[in-house]
């Protein structure tokens, strides 16, 4: 049986694309390597995904900063088991073609900074505030068609 022309046109741009995603995959995965840092028992924790997922459930006392590189990757990160930090968290995202889900303490005060093309959804349930100095997590945020959720723990 012949292959049909339309087919037979369009299997070497299903192939280019293939593998063009091959190659980001793996180097994303190269990157990673060299760049992700810490882990749930760590005051810092930096990861860097390119198609793919983090979870994250970090549980120091001292957590300070969360970092998240994301490229056509989701990230779920889990604020409840740590407890309030003098001085806050500072949670840094940075979300092309990705999405981002981040759970907050309930009874934790948090404020926001997006800018790009996406946004950060904040649950009404949150204590949104305009105090950056005062909120228990910081949220910094730069998305490109993407989109961040924060919604309690």
């Known amino acids: 049986m012949a292959t049909p022309p339309l087919l037979r046109r369009a299997l070497p741009w299903l192939a280019g694309a293939a ?6 995959a793996v ?12 882990d749930d028992s760590t005051a810092g924790i930096r990861r860097l ?3 793919g997922g983090a979870e994250l459930r970090p549980h120091h006392p001292e957590l300070s900063r969360v970092r998240l590189d994301l490229v056509m990757a989701g990230a779920e990160v889990d604020l409840g088991r740590v407890p309030r930090v003098p001085g806050g968290v500072d949670v840094t995202i940075r979300a092309y073609l990705a999405g981002a889900e981040v759970r907050v303490p309930a009874d934790w005060r948090v404020w926001v900074h997006c800018a790009g093309m996406g946004g950060v959804d904040v649950d009404p349930r ?13 949220v910094h945020a730069t998305v490109v068609a993407a989109g961040i959720t924060l919604e309690p723990a």
């Open 19 to 24: 593998a063009l995603q091959g190659v980001a």
């Open 49 to 51: 995904r390119v198609m």
């Open 27 to 38: 180097t994303g995965w190269v990157l990673a390597r060299r760049t992700d840092e810490g």
């Open 126 to 138: 949150l204590d949104r505030t305009d105090d950056e100095r005062g909120a228990d997590l910081r």
